[in-house]
């Protein structure tokens, strides 16, 4: 019931964006619902892919699925932001069903069964990995751009705190993509760049290690993007995250509530598309 009262608070506060005027070729940005996890894809107007995290292990066959259901044929970039499984655990099975140019990630090892398999089969299929710099600028395409805000770090804590945080820009668009970096790593990255961003994909599953008042206040999203599932053991999201974001009016989704969520923008522009509204989404787990 508690989950049941989380999920309701969720579909009360979220009030689709709907103003969009198509003047150039889109950009599709994808939060994939992988559960309890990350997973992002970038569809670029010049028909690159991206691929952002998988989710995971067992979202493996449901991400292959979503890509293959959008056309997807080949990864041009793929992106590890940090070995947590929840991140990395899908892309082993990605690597098995798609070609993938490259990998970017933060360079940090973890001993567990999902990280060896998870290089294993990069191994096996010879995929070039580089590992991300901070302030790196990474050129896309003509008109799209990805700056990485924040890298791997010396003497971390946590896996976390060295996660990749990436900043994607298209024309006048901005979308702040956080990982799982904690509060201590948002002050120092937006003391460092310029982090303001029309659609936020909100740190950490919206936990209490981060998303501070200060730093959502220079970030100023008018959207705002929650990735986890209603049945989670860490209480996310937590209830300070969403009131510092009613604070700032910005509008809130969540692949809890709404499944699959696409922001398609034209860089001036954008349109927030999700799979279902929150009331489908609620009929469709009680009728499970």
Known sequence: ??????????????????????ASSPMRVHFIDVGQGDSMLIETP???????????????KRLVKYLKKH??????LMIATHPDFDHIGGLIEVMKHFPVSKVLENG????????????LQLFKDDIPIKIAKENEKISVEEEVELHVL???????????????VLKLTYHSIDFLLMSDVGAEQEKVIADKYSIESEVLKVAHHGSSSSSTLDFLKQANPEVSIITYS??????HPVKRVINN???LESQ????AAYGNIIVETDGNDYIVVPDMQPVERLIERLNK
């Open 1 to 22: 019931m508690k989950k049941l009262i989380q999920l309701l608070i969720i579909i009360l506060i979220v009030i689709p964006h709907v103003t969009y005027t198509s």
């Open 46 to 60: 010049e028909d690159k892919t991206i691929l952002i995290d998988g989710g995971e292990p067992k979202e493996g």
């Open 71 to 76: 056309g997807i044929k080949t990864i041009d």
């Open 108 to 119: 940090e090892i973890r001993p567990t069964n999902t990280y060896a398999k998870y290089r």
């Open 150 to 164: 924040h890298a791997a770090q010396k003497n971390a804590e946590n896996p976390n705190e060295s996660a990749i």
């Open 230 to 235: 209603v049945v989670n053991d860490y209480g």
């Open 245 to 247: 974001l009613l604070k």
């Open 252 to 255: 809130i989704f969540s692949t």
